[in-house]
């Protein structure tokens, strides 16, 4: 078995910790896919590959928030701490606005 590329943390916190393998972050039908790199995170415009092989492929991790070993629902508030040390916020309420993703913290290493 090998390492996930992320941590969950609490009840709505991933952390990425992997360099090499991006996290595409799905959250149920409704909410647009984001995709998670070690220099940020942003909305993801591409095609969502269909299974977890696929992905790897493409070098990423698909992470499915609605699947029970990550949260086992969906989520209005997200929380990602990337790997150069900052906290995105997600508010997938905010889609379409600026403030959709937004640094929530930054902490210096």
């Not at 977890?52 to 949260?71: C, G, P």
Request: hydrophobic letters at 35%; a neutral charge; proline letters at 5%.
């Amino acid at each position: 078995m090998t390492e996930k590329p992320f941590l969950v943390s609490g009840r709505n916190t991933l952390i990425h910790k992997i360099r090499k393998l991006d996290l595409l972050v799905v959250n149920g039908e409704d909410h647009p896919p984001v995709v998670v790199t070690h220099k940020g995170i942003k909305e993801y415009a591409g095609k969502v590959p269909e299974n977890k092989r696929e992905a790897k492929n493409q070098d990423m991790e698909l992470v499915d928030l609605t699947s029970i070993d990550v949260f086992g629902e969906e989520k209005i508030l997200l929380f990602v701490q990337t790997i150069n040390g900052k906290e995105y916020k997600v508010d997938y309420s905010k889609h379409g606005t600026p403030l959709f993703i937004k640094i929530h913290q930054e902490n210096a290493f």
